[in-house]
């Protein structure tokens, strides 16, 4: 499943089989996002269920920071 733009976001929705699998997912981006100093907004829905969206706020659009995360995000 690939990126979709909305709302001037890069957004993408992630269902794992419970929640500790989430959560182990989404401690790998947030000590990478840490790193890089560029934080995805993520929702976490269902226990199991995950939105995450790329934006660079203070650009006020995406840019090439959002989509090497997304990359990142994807090589998880």
Sequence with gaps: MSWNIENNRLTKSFSFVNQTELAEFLLKIAK???QVGHHPDVTIFKC???KIELFTHD????TQLDYSLADYIDSI
């Design 48 to 50: 199991s269920m995950m």
């Design 59 to 62: 650009k006020n659009q995406i």
């Design 32 to 34: 990478h996002a840490d």
